[in-house]
């Protein structure tokens, strides 16, 4: 069964039930095909037909595999930002990137990606996980773009995947450990300072009331042993 969809047409296998859309990622030049248009001979020869003229498809030849692809993120922009090669936070291309370092008063992110078949990746759904912060799976809609804001700061992971099975088959997946540095007075440094001056009071507070337990044993101690002491008795000749 075959109908027009608006970039393309749609095949309907009835037996496997499995639903094909052909369009501008197979090379159909057509925009806007009509159902009415569309003709099925005896030697499987198709016509359709639509506002830019007609087309003549064999139908063994809609069965076309797609080509493997691999996605990628192809640029990072911090606080609206473009990060660009060659700075601290990237010292080489993202394309080249698994990991990266952003400092503590990063308040969004903005990461965009693309594939090795641009084609492809438009029609393909993609969705991204953020290992650390989201508990599902979103799937990324319009811009191919991954926009997180007041992240916390600590350790993650972005996954980015297709959102089908089927294109996961040809699709390898893709991620990048992100790092988001703790500001000064939350660095283990500064917490280890906070501990030692802690104990540091702790310790001169145990010491002065030592010695003022001490003290006050001192001074009772001497007032008993002045009252205990015999009178000192003198005779005059």
Not at 14 to 32: A, D
Not at 77 to 105: A, H, M, R, W
Not at 207 to 218: A, C, G, I
Request: proline letters at 6%; a negative charge.
């Amino acid at each position: 069964i075959i109908c027009s969809s608006e970039d393309g047409f749609i095949v309907f296998d009835p037996v496997t039930h499995n639903i094909t859309h052909y369009g501008k990622e197979n090379g159909f030049p057509l925009k806007n095909p009509q159902t009415q248009c569309i003709t099925i001979f005896d030697d499987s020869e198709i016509f359709i037909g639509g506002h830019g003229g007609l087309v003549s498809v064999s139908e063994k030849d809609l069965d076309i595999p797609k080509k493997p692809y691999k996605l990628f993120f192809s640029s990072l922009s911090i606080n609206g930002e473009k990060i660009q090669p060659g700075s601290d936070i990237l010292p080489e291309s993202i394309l080249y990137t698994k990991s990266v370092t952003l400092p503590s008063d990063t308040r969004s992110i903005e990461l965009y990606f693309s594939s090795s078949n641009h084609m492809a990746a438009r029609h393909d759904l993609i969705e991204y996980n953020l290992e650390g912060f989201d508990n599902n799976w979103k799937k990324v809609e319009g811009e191919r773009k991954i926009s997180y804001t007041n992240l916390q700061a600590g350790r993650y992971r972005l996954h980015l995947r297709p959102a089908s099975d089927t294109i996961s088959e040809i699709c390898t997946d893709t991620w990048l450990d992100i790092r988001i540095l703790p500001p000064w007075w939350a660095t283990w440094y500064a917490i280890s300072f906070y501990i030692l001056l802690i104990a540091a009071a702790i310790v001169i507070i145990l010491n002065f009331y030592t010695s003022k337990v001490q003290m006050r044993e001192y001074v009772k101690h001497e007032k008993e042993r002045a009252a205990n002491r015999p009178p000192n008795i003198s005779i005059i000749p």
